[in-house]
């Protein structure tokens, strides 16, 4: 059982769904955005989705642009994603890389794998990359125990999902919505109905994506879901503070709003698990 598993069976046991907290690499630095991510950990994030900054992102909204667009002028390189998620997984949450899949593919994709599985990853979403284009990713990540994340969307159809579940392993990605990363003031409510098509095609946990921000949203979502993934809200505390000029409390920022949410996840209501 990969480390992801372990994490989210654990957040099942105690009858809740996982909280997912994503950041970027290289934003403000390097060591900073390791330290921020740390702070997730440390507010209650269970898993840690560490962003490989890219520079023609398909799905990413304006907040995570902006933090990425900042990382990649300040020089940071897969090596330094690869390094963040190893201080990630030195905490003892999951730690995974997500990233698109041109970046991968240059570096090496064999190379890539091994270097995150020797860091302590866990796995990889891969947000534009198809299982019918996967065949070397499904081959390293079987070689090295990398769980292997695929999106499904409210337009997949049954068969779509019914096929993509088949080549995910930890858990499968639901996108709330069409669009791109970024707070909303409401989940949309196809958010739901995607979970449960996805959990008539497998058993693996179902964790929910895009548009949550407050702790009322996490705990909507964690009412359905396995697992609870914010991202633009955690990159805007780090931009606003780097903007008031008081880069350090940004750090405090992202471990604060962490709690909240967590704490929005462990209210949620859920029945016992079996």
């Known amino acids: 059982m990969s480390r992801l598993s372990e994490v989210l069976a654990g957040a099942r046991a105690e009858g809740r769904a996982a909280l997912v907290g994503y950041l970027p690499a290289g934003y403000p630095s390097v060591e900073g955005s390791a ?56 905490t003892g949450a999951a730690a995974l890389v997500m990233s698109y899949w041109n970046p991968v593919e240059r570096y090496g994709v064999d190379r890539f794998a091994d270097e995150l599985a020797a860091a302590g990853g866990s796995g990889v979403i891969t947000p534009d990359l198809t299982p ?84 009322e949203q996490a705990a909507e979502v964690a009412g359905y879901a396995d697992g609870v993934i914010v991202g633009s809200a955690f990159v805007r505390r780090l931009l606003d503070a780097e903007r008031a000029g008081r880069p350090a409390d940004g750090v405090e920022g992202v471990r604060a709003l962490a709690e909240e949410l967590a704490a929005g996840v462990r209210a949620a209501p859920r029945p016992a698990p079996a």
């Open 35 to 90: 330290e921020a991510c740390r702070a997730l950990v440390a507010g209650g994030c269970d898993v840690v989705e560490v962003g490989l900054p890219y520079s023609d992102p398909l799905m990413d909204g304006p907040v995570i642009q902006a933090a990425a667009e900042a990382a990649l002028r300040a020089g940071t390189r897969t090596g330094d994603v690869v390094r963040v998620a190893g201080a990630v997984a030195a």
């Open 132 to 215: 019918d284009e996967g065949g070397a990713w499904h081959a390293a990540t079987g070689r090295t125990g990398l769980d292997r994340i695929y999106l499904v969307a409210p337009s997949s159809t049954d068969e779509r999902i019914a096929w993509t579940v088949q080549h995910c392993s930890g858990f499968v990605y639901a996108a709330s919505t069409m669009g791109v990363t970024g707070a909303r003031t409401s989940v949309a409510g196809t958010a739901r109905s995607l979970v449960e098509r996805v959990r008539r095609a497998t058993d693996l946990p179902v964790c929910v994506g895009l548009g949550v921000s407050t702790a």
